[in-house]
């Protein structure tokens, strides 16, 4: 069992950066895979990043690559999104989701997911 709890959301205006974290808690977490997700109002949760499990290559929905970075501290069980140049478009409810079953086909498909996250609120307005 995972426990994974968000913080670092807020609101932001167009062009700055934020970071938002993922602490976990439960056994063996460095051994799943880690990913963020988010959801705006009326849309669908929808791929945001992950970190694989087995070799730690990073993969990134194509809007948001060259701005966003996900990585991890196993020492500190967290996950964490850093999110630069942001725009209005990434104002979203963000989730933090793990699982150590998925297979890579399937790593962008929240509902593989087994651990999530409460959420945290990204706004970006200016």
């Known amino acids: 069992q995972v426990q994974l709890v968000e913080s670092g959301g807020g609101m932001v205006q167009p062009g700055d950066s934020l970071m938002v974290s993922c602490a976990a808690s439960g056994v063996g977490f460095r051994t799943y895979t880690a990913a963020w997700f988010r959801q705006a109002p009326g849309k669908e949760r929808e791929f945001v990043a992950s970190?694989?499990?087995?070799?730690?290559?990073?993969y990134y929905e194509d809007s948001v690559k060259g701005r966003f970075t996900i990585s991890r501290d196993n020492a500190k069980n967290t996950v964490y999104l850093q999110m630069n140049s942001l725009k209005p478009e990434d104002t979203a409810v963000y989730y933090c989701?793990?699982?150590?079953?998925?297979?890579?086909?399937?790593?962008?498909?929240?509902?593989?997911?087994?651990?999530w996250g409460q959420g945290t609120q990204v706004t970006v307005s200016s």
């Open positions: 970190l694989w499990r087995t070799t730690g290559r990073t």
């Open positions: 989701a793990a699982d150590n079953h998925l297979i890579l086909s399937s790593m962008r498909d929240p509902r593989q997911y087994d651990y």
